[in-house]
């Protein structure tokens, strides 16, 4: 029942700043996180970031700690993904996806997941 959607992605040069957003709906809507994804086409898709919906604490890979800041605007189920300082391996097609599970860095926890929005950094 809950649907969640992408979009922001776009072509942006490298050092240079995306913010994804994902929207979800669903009257049964109540996750324990919001995650963020991303994979390039022929590998494995890979943890970007989560929030936990209720208390707000974040997570990140450590290949974009520092660079990307997840956050929540409960009122419109709406994450976000503030991405700076990008580079040109942060290509991919960004996914964000909801879990009622507390392993929030773990792929197979999640139970719903977007349709994607690309980003692309150029060099």
């Known amino acids: 029942q809950v649907q969640l959607v992408e979009s922001g992605g776009g072509l942006v040069q490298a050092g240079g700043s995306l913010r994804l957003s994902c929207a979800a709906s669903?009257?049964?809507?109540?996750?324990?996180?919001l995650g963020w994804f991303r994979q390039v086409p022929g590998k494995e898709r890979e943890f970007v970031a989560a929030i936990t919906w209720t208390g707000g604490r974040t997570y990140y890979a450590d290949s974009v700690k520092g660079r990307f800041t997840i956050s929540r605007d409960n009122a419109e189920s709406t994450v976000y993904l503030q991405m700076n300082g990008l580079k040109p391996e942060d290509t991919a097609v960004y996914y964000c996806?909801?879990?009622?599970?507390?392993?929030?860095?773990?792929?197979?926890?999640?139970?719903?997941w977007g349709q994607g929005t690309q980003v692309t950094v150029s060099s």
């Open positions: 669903g009257r049964t809507f109540s996750p324990y996180a």
């Open positions: 996806a909801a879990s009622r599970s507390i392993l929030v860095r773990t792929m197979p926890a999640y139970d719903y």
